[in-house]
């Protein structure tokens, strides 16, 4: 009998995918050029943290803060006996800043950064899931009314992987 595994458990274990293979981008220097988002250059795996509900205090915010949560779940014949299923996990973004400043247009940078990386890999799979990329959107950029309101910026990248099984 062939045991097989609740899509839920997917959108969990790729959201501690991507998770992971941030972390491991953090500890091989990808982010050390980040010196304003990050000026100590020690970017340790309690930047990265899987979250179902990203809400802090502005207070918390002085540091910059990367979650990643699973958000949507889509699943078709791929065929016969396969069906493909498309899991979309978001990585957001957020640290304190003023408009307008290098510190603004570095956040921005960042978020680029982290969207170029996941799409440029083969396939996510500290786990075993063999996650394959499939597309990212970043709309808005940033969230306009949190950072004249709170002066907080939030990026949020959606990011879809496909697994046929």
């Known amino acids: 009998m ?7 458990v997917f959108d969990r274990v790729i959201a501690e995918d991507v998770r992971d293979t941030l ?17 100590s250059s020690v970017w340790d795996a309690s930047l990265f943290k899987k979250t179902y509900l990203p809400q802090f205090d502005v207070r918390e915010l002085e540091e910059v803060k ?10 078709e014949w791929a065929s016969r006996a396969s069906r493909s ?3 979309t996990v978001q990585v957001c973004v957020m640290q304190r800043c003023e408009p307008d400043t290098p510190k603004m247009d570095q956040l921005m940078d960042f ?33 306009p009314k949190q950072l004249d309101e709170q002066k907080v910026f939030r990026g949020v990248i ?6 046929t099984r």
Do not use: V
């Open 2 to 8: 062939t045991t097989r595994t609740a899509p839920q």
């Open 23 to 39: 972390i491991a981008a953090a500890a091989a220097g990808s982010f050390n050029s980040y010196d304003l988002i990050r000026p």
């Open 66 to 75: 990367i979650l990643i949560a699973p958000r949507n779940r889509a699943i």
């Open 85 to 87: 299923r498309e899991h």
């Open 111 to 143: 978020c680029g950064h982290i969207d170029d990386y996941l799409a440029n890999q083969t396939g996510i799979s500290p786990s075993g899931t063999a996650a394959k990329w499939m597309r990212s959107n970043s709309d808005p950029l940033y969230d």
């Open 158 to 163: 959606t990011i879809t992987y496909q697994l």
